[in-house]
């Protein structure tokens, strides 16, 4: 790798990497899960690699840069380029690197990219770089983040740093000819949020050398682990009936035949409309508290939907519009005692737009009965898993999303789940600090159309 003149270059180990001598003699590097034999390594090789994890080097023996070279393609270390004893910028691996490609004529920075403050500085990354760029010297941020050349001509830099510098941007992936990624649809599809989100979530990115990620416990013995039970709503509490599931087991139609029949229903017979007696069955056979442990000072339960870790985050909000026996309005289910709490009336304004927004959520823009508002809350999930843990809730919410389903099919109900929701409107009807417990679904339901009618499926 060659560099512009004046600059240096000095290379380590990156975060999170280990070594160990085989049995055999051959070193082996390892950042979980990955791992890569590098053969039998000499003397000095063996001491450039304990120098490299004690923190950046020069090279300067011509006979170890191969050594570095490799290690370096292999993704395990980081480089930075320094003007005398000022650090310019640090080139830190996620992946591989991939072919250094020519400088484009007319570059700009990647949609993708993002510039993120870090106490050591700034960082420009993306989810299709193999690096992350962590800035050290601020002065290189408007040439980075305007690298057509619109401020060539008033730039502070020295030509031959902003050169490499964005040279080494556009290997990265963060500099990327104009245009590039509006002509096909493998970029255009990816909105730069949502890609962020899945790479960020699975090993294939941020995870991939060594990152905290995954069920690390990282809170324990820093904060309290939230309690399996939130906080009670006040209010008398309106008890739910409890179904007899013995004799379900017995009447209840066969599991092939609930699954065939699914649909979603968004169409409603308001003349007969569902009954509490049916909302607390559904809510018994869906979500109810079955055990509660307690592990190492941790609380832990069962419901009949799985949970990553017996976690269970979520709670269910009804908010009824028309429930034979049960005011409008909007309450809590406290999935402990089997009881509804009242949270609001249904005349506070964001109960009706909670209402209002999920009618337009639905496409055929019918209020429904009966508006179930999935909130999550969060620190059940964040206190132990780190990276993945907005993703392991969303994927709490398809297997709860499913159980309400199927049983809301078994009832003969009319289920329905829609993609999005009013989460400001959640926030300020329960008055719960979003940081902490947000909503995160939302699912109708009511009585199904009278025979005849006509009934908007899917």
Known sequence: MTISPGLTERYALRAGVHSAVLPDGVMRLFAWPHAESIGALSADETTLLKELAEGPREIADPALRPFVERLFRGGWLKRTLSRGEHDLYTLDPLRRPGSRPAPPDDPVLSRFAAVRRRPSGFVIESPLAWCDVHVHDPALLPDLLEPAGGRAGRSSLAPQIRRQALADLAWAG?????????????????????????????????????????????????????????????????????????????????????????????????????????????????????DVKVIDGVEYVRKPYPSGGSVYELEIYPVVRHVAGLAPGMYHYDAYEHVLRPVRPAGHPAVRRMLTVASHGSAVGIRPQLLLVVSARVGRVMW???GMGYALILKHVGVLYQTLYCVATAMGLAPCAIGSGDSAAFSEATGRDPLEECAVGDFLLGSRPASGSTVEES
């Open 174 to 290: 963060l500099v990327v000819p104009r245009g590039a990624e509006d002509g096909a649809l493998r970029t255009r599809q990816w909105a730069p949020h949502e890609l962020d989100f899945h790479q960020r979530s699975r090993l294939y990115h941020r995870g991939y050398l060594g990152d905290g990620f995954g069920g690390t416990f990282w809170a324990r013995g820093t904060f309290d682990p939230p309690q399996a039970r939130p906080q009670r709503y006040p209010g008398d509490p309106i008890p739910l009936h409890r179904p007899d599931l013995n004799a379900l087991r017995a009447a209840d139609p066969p599991l092939t035949a609930v699954l065939e029949d699914r649909r979603s229903v968004r169409e409603y017979d308001d003349d007969a409309p569902m009954t509490v007696e049916q909302l607390g069955e559904l809510l018994y056979r869906s979500a109810r508290i079955r």
């Open 384 to 386: 132990k898993y780190e």
